[in-house]
């Protein structure tokens, strides 16, 4: 099986399953408990916490939330600021923002708050110029993604949170960089933000966990109920080994970076060039015009469609993805795409191929050789 | 072979499926995502739902199969739900789903299947295809009660040559015995309406998706004397007799529906019958017509039984003389030839008189 979807999720690293074992096993114990069970599990959690604060430039530990996910991180990094003390404030979003986040700003639309969304460029980049247009002083939180989960387009977060803070000094910024993080140096300073979200599954942890990063003094309303776990930010047992498994794959891939930086560029170039020389009207989406993650590569190729595609593929053992699929799977007008004003058609023939840690150089020629392959049955 | 296996969830293409599969064949299970809710996700009730999709991946993972969800929803807004607002709109019954055997699962679909790699396109459909040494010939299934063959009528000699119909060998006593035997999850799920995208309700969708439906208008008799009013034609079906809301020493029934100037025309029983109706669009099976005047049974709805007529070619169309005087011939629905078991085509009624 030739495994070309990382982006959706990507094969545990060791580390991560190392460090979980003990939580799984003997150290079953709740956190939130005053015996030494408790305390033993209290003490992984809170010096993982201490680790991704240091990882994701949080200024103290307590400035990191655990919650259920990246989608739940979006959730809070969005409603949190903008429902605190009763407030209805505004949130600005580009229009490529991953469903967490689109969908967060429509029900907190519903709730009241402003909402305004932001265009895009035809490689799916908001400007900040655009961004600061957009904020007023209603304005809370400006959520603008740092990379595009479809395209792996990169945004200029620093300087659209920079422009974003001329228009109204007391916006926060927010930004979702869960697909940023497998191979982008990702903290608060670097990218100029005060909310951040993470996820564990897609750095080689397990799925169900993942963190808000944020710069200290943020108030948030929570937005699951109950215990008061997490300073009240975010109740709920905690999921003690999911935390510890992130937070060791976190650093994991960070230490992992170079490397991953070089083989997967390397499979990626290899990708390009020997599809592009085995089917000359091959489409890269972003190709070089734009700054993208390193581990993407988005494509159509005219006349055939995703679907068709992605199931040949499946047949033949390779796994990719389009950006954008239903809850039944089928897949969907990507409004990523829409919003780079790519016509239906064509959208409807862009497939994503993402690489990952455990991929090689020679994994680029592979799919390289497996598209090919479809595209000259179907032609 | 491979095998491309469309499975609507239902236990009829469950079992299609689990025979394939147990024919040896590699099969791949697809759903067509026909339709979606005003949020553009699958809907909850009707068909196409997520809970219908849901069941086809149980039921294939439990084959072990490959499964996806193929979005054919503007295949089939332009070609099924836009034929039968346009059809209803002139005054006709249509039925939608000849429009989307025709156009989706036997048009569009079986190209797929060859794009997929797929030899076959196999259905749950209640019919038999077999092959007399010369040509391939649609037969009705098994099992009387559930026979589908109607909506199959417009298929060729191609289509034929490229599907498997493997329930029609079974009734559907035998289906839900074999779903349950493989411990398929859909053994014992209620059997799909017909008019499955008006999720149960033709009155309901019509109201909503045709404002034209919805008005109120005159109620007239054959001589155009208006005897009533109604809330919108979108409550009559020609043949209706209840719910007219006028009174007579005597049954009046719905002989005419034309949402177009929102007339519903009623009359008495011997009104509604007609000897004879024009049927165009016709295609035959084998490709040949039979004989002038050609003695064969006709279906002129799904669900009621042939009755006895001769075929007389007249304007590219056929001339259907029923041996009967039958009721509630209406203009849109498929008028189906049969002799004995096959089908031997058929089309559209055109007119009844």
Redesign the interface.
């Known amino acids: 099986m030739l495994y070309l979807d990382h982006a959706a999720t990507t094969p545990m690293r060791p580390e991560a399953r190392e460090a979980m074992a003990p939580y799984l096993d003997a150290d079953f114990g709740n956190p939130s408990g005053l015996h030494a069970p408790s305390r033993r599990a209290k003490d992984a959690i809170e010096s993982a916490r201490e680790r991704l604060a240091a990882l994701l430039g949080a200024a103290h530990p307590l400035d990191v939330v655990f919650t259920g996910g990246g989608t739940e991180s979006d959730n809070l990094g969005l409603a949190g600021p903008c429902l605190a003390g009763s407030g209805r404030g505004g949130v600005v979003i580009s229009a490529v923002e991953h469903e967490a986040v689109i969908e967060t700003a429509r029900f907190l639309g519903r709730l009241g708050c402003p909402v305004r969304v932001v265009p895009v460029d035809r490689f799916g980049r908001a400007t900040p110029g655009d961004v600061a247009a957009a904020v007023d002083e209603s304005t809370r939180v400006v959520s603008v993604m740092a990379a595009n989960n479809e395209t792996g387009v990169i945004q200029p977060v620093a300087e659209i949170a920079a422009a974003a803070r001329e228009a109204n000094p007391a916006v926060l910024v927010h930004t979702d960089a869960v697909q940023a993080m497998v191979s982008l140096p990702v903290n608060l300073g670097l990218l100029g933000v005060d909310l951040l979200t993470v996820a564990s599954h897609k750095v080689g942890g397990p799925k169900g966990v993942g963190a808000l990063v944020m710069r200290p003094g943020i108030e948030l309303e929570p937005v699951i109920h109950g215990g008061g776990q997490e300073l009240g930010r975010r109740s709920g047992t905690h999921d003690v080994a999911g935390i510890v498994g992130m937070v060791a794959a976190a650093e994991a891939a960070v230490f992992d970076r170079d490397r991953f930086g070089r083989d997967v560029g390397e499979a990626r170039s290899r990708f390009e060039a020997k599809l592009t020389a085995a089917v000359p009207d091959v489409v890269f989406t972003i190709g070089a015009g734009a700054d993208r993650l390193v581990q993407h590569s988005h494509f159509r190729v005219p006349g055939i469609s995703a ?2 595609l992605l ?2 593929l ?2 033949a053992g390779v796994a990719a993805s389009a950006g954008s699929a ?7 007008m990507s409004h990523v795409l829409a919003a780079m004003d790519l016509p239906a058609e064509e959208a409807a023939e862009c497939v994503r191929i993402t690489f990952g840690w455990t991929t090689s150089p020679h994994d680029g020629d592979s799919a390289a050789a497996a598209v090919a392959t479809v595209v000259g ?2 032609r | 072979m491979r095998i491309l296996v469309a499975m609507s969830g239902g236990v009829d293409s469950s079992v299609a499926a689990a025979t394939m599969v147990e024919r040896g064949h590699e099969v791949i299970g697809v759903t067509l995502k026909q339709w979606s809710g005003p949020d553009g996700r699958l809907p909850t009730a009707g068909c196409c739902t997520v809970a219908d999709a849901e069941d086809a991946r149980r039921v294939a993972a439990k084959l072990g199969i490959p499964y996806y969800v193929l979005d054919y929803r503007d295949r089939f807004a332009e070609s099924v739900v836009a034929h039968f607002t346009s059809e209803y709109l002139a005054g006709r019954t249509p039925n939608p789903c000849i429009e989307c055997n025709r156009r989706v699962r036997f048009g569009a679909l079986l190209s797929r299947a060859a794009e997929l790699g797929c030899d076959r396109l196999a259905t749950g459909h209640h019919a038999r295809v077999d092959h007399d040494g010369t040509r391939y010939r649609l037969l009705v299934g098994r099992d009387r009660d559930k026979d589908q063959s109607y909506v199959l009528h417009m298929l060729g000699q191609g289509e034929l040559a490229s599907i498997l119909l493997p329930i029609g060998e079974m009734t559907k006593t035998e289906v839900r015995a074999e779903a349950a035997r493989l411990g398929l999850r859909t053994a014992t799920k209620a059997d799909s309406q017909d008019l499955c995208f008006v999720a149960g309700d033709y009155r309901e969708f019509l109201r909503e998706r045709l404002p034209q439906a919805a008005r109120p208008g005159p109620i007239v008799d054959a001589t155009g004397t208006v005897v009533g009013s109604h809330r919108g034609t979108a409550d009559f079906t020609i043949g209706q007799r209840k719910g007219l809301g006028v009174s007579f020493g005597e049954p009046r029934y719905v002989v005419g529906v034309d949402a177009a100037t929102s007339t519903v025309t009623i009359g008495r029983r011997e009104e509604l019958a007609v000897e004879a109706c024009l049927v165009t669009g016709v295609s035959f099976i084998s490709g040949g017509a039979p004989e002038e005047g050609a003695e064969v049974a006709v279906k002129i709805r799904y669900r009621s039984a042939a009755v006895a007529a001769t075929l007389w070619t007249e304007n590219g169309g056929r001339r259907v003389r029923f041996s009967e005087a039958q009721l509630a011939v209406s203009p849109g629905q498929a008028a189906v030839f049969y002799r004995g078991d096959e089908v031997l085509g058929g089309g559209t009624i055109e007119e009844a008189a």
């Open positions: 679907e068709t199931i040949r499946d047949g239903c809850q039944s799977g089928a897949l969907e049955d179907l």
